[in-house]
Nanobody, 115 residues
Framework: QVQLVESGGGLVQPGGSLRLSCAAS????????MGWYRQAPGKQRELVAR???????GVAVSVRGRFTISRDNAKNAVYLQMNSLKPEDTAVYYC?????????WGQGTQVTVSS
């Protein structure tokens, strides 16, 4: 049974930084690409960043140059470094495989960017 647990969210001022972590139980990392997703109030969940097993990454245009995804296969962990945060980055952030598998959605971690 795979579980994904997100952490690292919080309240930050515009221009600030946060680093999100996703810890996974189960041996999915060596098999799947992983992604960070977010869902803002009243909006659909969207893919923010994705990383494949070999380390190649991709990020959404809206966060390009500000967000960086990374993974540590030995620790079964994936990270999202978020810099230069904007109010529009406010959302619940989730990790999942990329593409997402419905049964792997966790609780997410809230990121609020506000002065």
């Amino acid at each position: 049974q795979v579980q994904l647990v997100e952490s690292g969210g919080g309240l930050v001022q515009p221009g600030g930084s946060l680093r999100l972590s996703c810890a996974a139980s189960g041996s999915i990392f060596s098999i799947y690409a992983m992604g960070w997703y977010r869902q803002a109030p009243g909006k659909q969940r969207e893919l923010v960043a994705r990383i494949v097993g070999g380390g190649s990454t991709g990020v959404a245009v809206s966060v390009r140059g500000r967000f960086t995804i990374s993974r540590d296969n030995a620790k079964n962990a994936v990270y999202l470094q978020m810099n230069s945060l904007k109010p529009e980055d406010t959302a619940v952030y989730y990790c999942n495989t990329g593409p997402a598998i419905a049964k792997y959605w966790g609780q997410g971690t809230q990121v609020t960017v506000s002065s």
